[in-house]
């Protein structure tokens, strides 16, 4: 809000947040446990709360508008509170459990993602202590998949959905430990064909994945905004984000 809409430039949505949870652990090794976090998530709130304007409820765990995206073959989640209560039910932990959210306390938006999260869970039996960790600690606890739940987002740098792609694998499945041979195999058949179609087959495959065992659960997707001071020309971002410095110059 400290900037006129006329400075603004935004990219189209190429940035998903998202929550992480620890599949290498009870409570969240239980497939039923992950499913009521996604079922009880109201996706609605976080798309006209903190990222009114501009974010979007999510079509699926990669990140789109990127070359060679596609869907999953299933709507992907939305808020179901009487389902999530049935998954729940169908859990090791029917009763309920406690759990720990950690996010970046340097980014306000993620701190009121978490407020609502929070709330959301509750309702089901979900017990959430926030923590708020400056930057690098809370990469560190990310990385080596010390906490129940991690919530952040990320995006693509590059046109290719070979990028996002490259960092779900690199980040442990997005901090998660969850097993990726599947994610492997589909990703090394991403890279390794010309074909759209094979590619197209090989990310349909992933995203069905994810939405199956909704070990990682996306929130929105969201732009890039950049805030343009008036008289500056030359300021062209690419959807995923980045843009040329030397194309721009004053008016």
Do not use: C
Not at 65 to 89: C, H, L, Q, R, S
Not at 145 to 164: E, H, K, M, N, R
Not at 182 to 196: G, H, N
Not at 211 to 226: G, K, R
């Amino acid at each position: 809000g400290q900037y006129k809409s006329t400075n603004l430039v935004v990219t189209p949505s190429s940035q998903v947040s998202h929550l992480s949870l620890n599949a290498t652990r009870a409570p969240f090794d239980d497939v039923h446990a992950r499913r009521a976090v996604a079922l009880a998530v109201d996706y609605e709130s976080i798309v006209k709360g903190p990222l009114a304007g501009y974010a979007t409820e999510p079509t699926g765990f990669l990140a789109p508008n990127i070359a060679n995206w596609a869907a999953p073959t299933k709507p992907y989640y939305v808020t179901d509170p009487a389902a999530a209560a049935t998954e729940m039910k169908a859990s090791a932990q029917p009763e309920g459990f406690s759990v720990e959210l950690i996010y970046d306390a340097a980014a306000g938006t993620d701190a009121l993602l978490a407020q609502i999260v929070k709330a959301n869970l509750d309702r089901i039996g979900i017990d959430v202590t926030l923590t708020g960790l400056e930057t690098l600690a809370f990469l560190d606890r990310a990385f080596t998949v010390d906490a129940d739940i991690v919530l952040w987002s990320y995006g693509a740098i590059s046109p290719d959905l070979s990028d996002p792609l490259g960092w779900i694998g690199g980040t442990g499945y997005l901090f998660t430990g969850y097993d990726q041979t599947a994610f492997d195999e589909q990703r090394t058949a991403y890279l390794t064909t010309v074909s759209a179609d094979e590619k197209r087959t090989a990310v349909v495959a992933i995203q069905d994945e994810a939405l199956d065992q909704a070990t990682v659960i996306a929130l929105a997707e969201a732009p890039t905004l950049h805030a343009v001071a008036s008289g500056i020309v030359g300021f062209a971002p690419a959807p995923w984000g980045l843009y040329y410095f030397d194309t721009i110059r004053p008016g």
